[in-house]
């Protein structure tokens, strides 16, 4: 009867805790900031750099092949016009999509253990114990066989 009581005992605590973990993990997954993947403002990536992930055309005209031609132009108050060059040009990617499919695999983990040990602490709640195949460990030693 005690040892049925110790394991029902450890049982909601391990399980328990093993369960809030596993789902702490998950609403940090779910919780987080949508903003805080953006490349810094203080570093935009160059043209060269970003060519996988972005095109930007202009008037139907790629924007890098727009700046060779020389075709762009800066129009300043002060200087008046200088022709821009892809030096002039940087972009901020935002890679939410990428971080976030890169912890797919370790939400899924969690909220696997997150099922198990919420079963676990399931059975020690409702008193499911597993016991022995041959009986209790002491009715052998009181003679019950």
Do not use: H
Not at 121 to 141: H, Y
């Amino acid at each position: 009867m005690r040892q049925t009581k110790l394991a029902r005992l450890y049982l909601i605590i391990f399980g328990g805790t093993f369960f809030l973990v596993s789902c702490a993990s998950l609403i940090r997954f779910y919780a987080e900031r949508d903003d805080i993947w953006w490349t810094p403002r203080n570093s935009p990536v160059s043209l060269e750099e970003s060519r996988d992930r972005v095109e930007v055309y202009v008037r139907g005209l790629l924007l890098q092949d727009a700046l060779r031609s020389g075709r762009l132009q800066l129009l300043m108050k002060d200087s008046g016009a200088s022709s821009l060059n892809s030096s002039d040009i940087g972009i901020r990617l935002n890679n939410r999509d990428r971080v976030k499919a890169m912890r797919i695999p370790g939400m899924i983990a969690s909220a696997a253990a997150a099922g198990f040990t919420g079963l676990i602490v399931l059975f020690g709640i409702i008193g499911l114990i597993p016991s022995r195949l041959n009986g209790s460990a002491t009715g052998a030693l009181d003679g019950e066989r």
